[in-house]
C-alpha cells in the first residue's frame, strides 16, 4: 500500500496553527472526518491519544508520527499537517514538531499499520523530502510531493 493513496488534499493541512500537541492531534483526526462518521472519528481520537499516553510519537526531526488502532474502522486513514509553527510534542530529541503524519487502522490489520509505520519513517527520514515538504504552501503541493517522493524512492 502506498502513503499517498491515504492522502487527499481534503486530509491535509498547510501551514496549520496550533498551540499544542493535543491541538495537533485533535485537528489530524478532524481532517478524516470526510471518510468515516462522526463515532468512528470520536473511537479514533480516543484510540489515538491512548496511544499517545503510552509514550509520546515525537520522532525527531521535527516529526511526529500519531496512531492507533481503532475496532470501528476496517480500513486505514491517514491525515498530514504542516505547522505554520512547531509545537512541543515531548519528541526523543526535545526538538518541536513541524511536521505531523496520522496513522489509524483496524485492530485485526497489525502487520499492514506496522509495515506502513516503516514506510512512513523511511521517506520521513530523508532531510531533502522533509525540505520539500517545508517549502509547500498547499494541500495539493504536499500531495503531490508525497506521490512524487514515494515513487522516486519505493518505485510505486
Known amino acids: 500500500m502506498n502513503i499517498y493513496s491515504l492522502l487527499d488534499e481534503s486530509s491535509i493541512a498547510a501551514n496549520l496553527q496550533v498551540s499544542s500537541k493535543e491541538e495537533l492531534i485533535d485537528e489530524l483526526v478532524d481532517l478524516l472526518q470526510e471518510k468515516v462518521s462522526d463515532d468512528q472519528l470520536k473511537k479514533i481520537r480516543e484510540s ?13 526531526k521535527q516529526l511526529a508520527i500519531p496512531h492507533g488502532k481503532c475496532s470501528s474502522i476496517d480500513e486505514i486513514f491517514a491525515s498530514f499537517a504542516m505547522l505554520e509553527d512547531p509545537v512541543d510534542f515531548n519528541s526523543i530529541d526535545n526538538e518541536p514538531v513541524r511536521l505531523a503524519f496520522l496513522l489509524v487502522g483496524p485492530a485485526q490489520k497489525n502487520s499492514s499499520h506496522i509495515k506502513l509505520l516503516s514506510r512512513i519513517s523511511r521517506l520521513m527520514n530523508s532531510s531533502t523530502f522533509r525540505d ?3 517549502a509547500c504552501t498547499s494541500s495539493e503541493e504536499i500531495f503531490q510531493t508525497f506521490k512524487e517522493e514515494e515513487i522516486q524512492y519505493f518505485g510505486s
Do not use: A, Q
Open 48 to 60: 489515538v491519544f491512548e496511544r499517545e499516553d503510552i509514550m509520546s510519537t515525537g520522532v525527531g
Open 132 to 134: 520539500k515538504l517545508l
